[in-house]
């Protein structure tokens, strides 16, 4: 029998403080030529941020667990309701998308808090719930779960953080036990949307769809209703998008993408490229960036934060980053093997899951090979209610694994 | 929950797996950013001028119903001058000026003005012609930093009638860019600024595509940058107008004689415009190339107000064509019928202390509605509106939105003024306006202003059964994947009932073809033409005249409201120009038939 002592982890702690104040280096770096003065001290109060998100992680650090089991539902109602609220009395950002409440001199940004509440709502479901994973009642309750906030936050429009709602979702299926194959089944209808817009795409979309259906052989009503409403989607998409006038789509695909410059042709995400580009390996040097010093990025110290670091660290210092996060991933799924209560395991998992894919979306897209959405870079970029959730969510996996033998 | 307990060993490796890969796919990506490419990477960053220069979109073609095109795009050359090597623009320009004898005041203020937004050649001058083109680029060498490029103009019918319903572009004002959308608009753009051009710019001018150069310092361009496609414009959709050319065309050559008013012709089953005029008119060429301050001093400055477009912008007295809608009142509210007879008219009406003439100085004796419209009596309206009231007739003009825009897709388009009980109240006072107001108002006059189209319109209802249809010009647009047409959309339902139209049409038609009838002159030969004249009073001098005519009466298919200032008596100068476009419609009609 091993020994059951409670473990802190130090290591884990030391790490997330570790990229926190990278961020705030790299944003002072960021806008120490800024033309804007009142920007010059936006790395003092990005510090005040990590003062409060550090105090968060402890409080939260302090209350068990279980705790936020019985409260779950008590999180997730209010969260929602906040996101619906969004739409009457948001505040409206830069590309016209109201996200954020305006409390006082504090932008308040509620999908990033759904986030927490989701996860915990939809690991005291899957850790209570007993029917088989394939009734469709279940599966109804699931869509249910997951559609309420990442619809509202698509409204916004801020698509980036609707799709993080659906990597913990399938992320946390999949830890509970559903196999690959029929997660993919299930996006199937996501997947055949976005194909949908050129025959040839779909048509190699479909036929691997079908080859999955055969190896992994679902019951017969559900195979073949995915089948029609993959079929339906399709052809929807097709007569819809063919329909409309070129000026039509990209209307709509400045909706999905309202990141894309005025130009029209991601002017911005050239600009990027060029800075991290143009780091090599070793990296300028700190403040001697000229993409970073020239302004060219807008969002330079939020969503583009990476360049930053790219531009004037280089390979080297992109790695270091990268390696910081792939630790706290590491530690993230450990923890969640870890811990016996089943709970607590599903919430360290999702906390691991909205890290990863953030980190690696927001990555992705500075160095152009994603799309343009704007999420922030977790501990890095600069942003009061990303930082405090980051926080938050460190505070709760110190707190998992500190008690990981309790059931 | 055994099974999950054992499930978490495979699946954290599984989730590890795919984490690692994705991993995996950055640092490649890095290595590739940082490692493989970071010397052309570090070049343009050093350089730091990559430029987006803008591929101007094509402008979508106008066309008629038929498919005739009316506005179309021709190449011609566009002067520019680079900022970049120019040291010294007003020696540049007073070089070019003397070159060229251009007038060239403006210009250095010009280029100077836009200096702020200089990273992009300025376009000094558009559709140059092709002699003064060899002669700058003889002497290029004196003129650093200017240089040409073949460029779309917009090409209009020469006609007098394309100012008002075409409209014309030319380059964005710094007011507009500031306003506009940043993603479709540039400087040095052409947008739509009046008519069609404007109301339809946003179909019409596409969306422009943009090239990435690579730039040098001094800002001489190096070529396309090679990781970047350029992203092609997408050309402007075509659109077709419900305007017939060639009705148009008659239109403006039948109107000839007269120095100004309005035309409209319209199809009262769709609400398609026909034709539309308004005159003095001007020509759209003149604003694309080359205005002189001149000219245009001329245009602004002339008394007949030639940019005032008023077939919908004119506010008019409606005069007697407006006595069928205190008919149609006095019939709906069964004030009278068809065989009711009134007071017989004798010249002239008592109310009170005042005389109310007639326009008939001998009087038109004991008339019945029919006979009283087919001879336009005053005396027999001054009757049926006082017995009508005040309040009733305003409120059956209210509901045939008299007052309101018709809503047709040209700007600027103005609303009429149909006087209201709360107006009157506002004007003379709680309840101290008095009631013979409405001997005024049920002939057209007195406080009552509308458009050429707003008569229309309505003609078109009362002929059309009831059913109002929304005025419009566009028929169709064309992009490249697709057509959309537009179908007739329903803009009111006037409050009448069957009968009473019957009536009114009856009327119509047999004032036409009576020869004592007012409209008699728009007579035409085996064909049933309906119609009502106006003559209305104008404080500023002759009387305006007023023809509004239908024709087949039966089954109408063409309304013609015919507005011509100070053109004194409707039926004589109004009707017959009329008869004239409408005869040549019917003649198409029957023509189209024919090779059916």
């Known amino acids: ?407 | 929950m055994e099974s999950f307990a054992f499930r978490k060993d495979r699946n954290s490796r599984i989730f590890l797996c795919l984490f690692c890969v994705a991993l995996l796919g950055v640092i490649f990506r890095l290595y590739y950013l940082q490692v493989v490419k970071v010397s052309y990477y570090r070049q343009i960053s050093e350089k730091n001028c990559i430029k987006p220069l803008p591929l101007v979109a094509p402008r979508g073609l106008i066309s008629d119903r038929n498919g005739k095109i009316l506005v179309s795009n021709f190449p011609s050359y566009t002067l520019l001058i680079m900022p970049g090597p120019v040291k010294n623009i007003r020696k540049t320009i007073d070089q070019l000026a003397s070159f060229t004898r251009w007038e060239t005041t403006n210009l250095a203020d010009k280029i100077e003005d836009s200096w702020p937004y200089a990273y992009q050649p300025i376009r000094i001058k558009r559709s140059v012609d092709f002699s003064t083109l060899c002669v700058l680029e003889e002497r290029n060498e004196e003129l650093p930093g200017i240089y040409y490029q073949v460029e779309l103009d917009r090409k209009y019918p020469s006609c007098r009638w394309s100012g008002h319903l075409l409209g014309y572009v030319s380059e964005i004002s710094l007011e507009e860019l500031r306003k506009s959308d940043k993603q479709r608009s540039g400087l040095g753009d052409l947008v739509g600024k009046e008519g069609l051009e404007k109301r339809y710019d946003d179909l019409l001018k596409g969306q422009k595509g943009t090239r990435y150069m690579e730039v040098s310092a001094t800002g001489k361009i190096l070529g396309e940058l090679e990781d970047k496609e350029p992203v092609m414009p997408v050309p402007g959709v075509n659109i077709e107008l419900t305007i017939d050319l060639d009705l148009q065309a008659f239109a403006e050559s039948a109107f000839y004689p007269y120095r100004s008013g309005a035309l409209v012709a319209m199809d009262p089953k769709s609400g398609e415009i026909l034709a539309m005029l308004s005159k003095p008119g001007f020509d759209s060429n003149i604003f694309s190339g080359i205005l002189t301050e001149k000219e245009w001093e001329r245009l602004a400055s002339d008394p007949d107000r030639p940019f005032l477009n008023r077939a919908i912008q004119g506010l008019y007295p409606p005069g007697s064509t407006l006595k069928v809608l205190t008919a149609a009142a006095a019939l709906e509210e069964e004030i009278i019928d068809q065989k009711t007879y009134l007071s017989p008219c004798y010249g002239f009406f008592f109310y009170g202390d005042r005389v109310f003439r007639c326009w008939q100085e001998g009087g038109h004796g004991k008339m019945n509605v029919i006979d009283a419209l087919v001879h336009s009596c005053d005396v027999y309206f001054y009757q049926l509106g006082l017995e009508l009231g005040l309040d009733k007739w305003c409120w059956y003009a209210d509901r045939c939105g008299l007052d309101r825009r018709t809503g047709i897709d040209l700007p600027d388009e103005k609303e009429g003024l149909i006087p209201s009980l709360e107006y009157y109240h506002r004007k003379f006072g709680q309840q101290r306006w008095i009631k013979n107001l409405v001997i005024n108002l049920s002939i057209g006059q007195g406080e009552i202003l509308l458009t050429p189209l707003q008569v229309a319109t309505f003609y078109c209802g009362l002929v059309n059964d009831g059913w109002e249809y929304q005025p419009r010009l566009l028929k169709r647009v064309v992009s490249e994947q697709r057509a959309t047409s537009y179908g007739p959309e329903v803009l009111r339902r006037l409050p009448f009932s069957s009968e009473t139209l019957e009536i009114l049409k009856k009327a119509m038609a047999k004032s036409v073809a009576d020869p004592s009838g007012t409209g008699h002159l728009a007579r035409i030969q085996g064909i049933n033409v309906g119609g009502k004249t106006g003559t209305a009073q104008n404080p500023h001098g002759k009387d305006h005249a007023w023809f509004v005519g239908f024709a087949p009466v039966e089954d109408p298919g063409i309304v013609v409201a015919v507005m011509i200032e100070k053109g004194g008596h409707g039926g004589e100068l109004a009707a017959p120009l009329a008869r004239q476009v409408i005869l040549k419609y019917m003649q198409k009609e029957s023509q189209k038939l024919a090779e059916k």
């Not at chain 1, 570790?18 to 936006?42: D, Q, R």
């Not at chain 1, 309420?148 to 698509?159: F, G, M, N, S, T």
């Open chain 1, 1 to 407: 029998m091993r020994f059951h002592g409670k473990e802190f982890e130090l290591s884990l702690f030391l790490v997330a403080l570790v990229l926190s104040l990278i961020g705030i280096v790299l944003i002072f770096s960021s806008k120490y030529y800024s033309s804007n003065p009142s920007e010059h001290n936006l790395y003092l109060k990005q510090m005040l941020w990590l003062f409060f998100g550090l105090t968060a992680a402890a409080g939260i650090f302090f209350v068990p667990v279980r705790f936020h089991e019985a409260m779950s539902w008590v999180y997730y109602i209010p969260a929602v309701i906040l996101l619906a609220l969004l739409i009457v009395v948001g505040t409206k950002g830069q590309f016209g998308s109201a996200r954020w409440f305006r409390l006082g001199w504090i932008n308040f940004q509620p999908s990033e808090f759904a986030k927490l509440a989701f996860i915990f709502a939809f690991a005291r479901y899957l850790s209570y719930t007993r029917r088989s994973i394939y009734s469709f009642k279940w599966l109804a309750a699931t869509v249910l779960l997951v559609s309420l906030p990442a619809v509202l936050i698509v409204r916004q429009p801020d698509l980036g953080s609707a799709l993080v709602f659906f990597a913990v979702l399938l992320s946390m299926l999949f830890w509970a036990g559903v196999p690959l194959l029929f997660l993919v089944i299930l996006v199937s209808p996501v997947l055949s949307l976005v194909c949908g817009f050129h025959w040839l795409a779909w048509a190699s979309f479909f036929l691997g769809f079908l080859l999955i259906l055969y190896y992994h052989r679902p019951r017969f009503g559900f195979g073949l209703f995915m089948i029609v409403f993959n079929l339906a989607v399709g052809a929807v998409t097709q007569l819809f998008w063919d329909r409309l006038h070129g000026y039509q789509q990209l209307r709509i695909r400045t909706f999905l993408d309202p990141g894309i410059d005025p130009q029209g042709a991601g002017y911005q995400i050239l600009q990027s490229k060029v800075a991290v580009g143009s780091g090599g390996i070793l990296g300028r040097g700190f403040l001697e960036g000229s993409q970073t010093r020239l302004d060219f990025l807008p969002l330079q110290h939020t969503d583009f934060i990476f360049t930053v670091a790219g531009e004037e660290f280089g390979l080297i210092g992109a790695l270091v980053i990268l390696a910081l996060f792939t630790f706290l991933v590491v530690k993230g799924i450990l923890i969640a093997k870890k811990a016996r209560n089943t709970f607590a395991s599903f919430t360290a998992l999702g906390i691991t899951t909205v890290f990863a894919f953030q980190m690696l979306v927001n990555i992705g897209m500075v160095i152009g090979i994603m799309p343009v959405t704007g999420l922030p870079l977790p501990f890095l970029s600069y942003g009061g209610s990303s930082m405090l959730l980051s926080w938050m969510c460190i505070g709760l996996l110190l707190a998992i694994s500190y008690k990981w033998y309790e059931y």
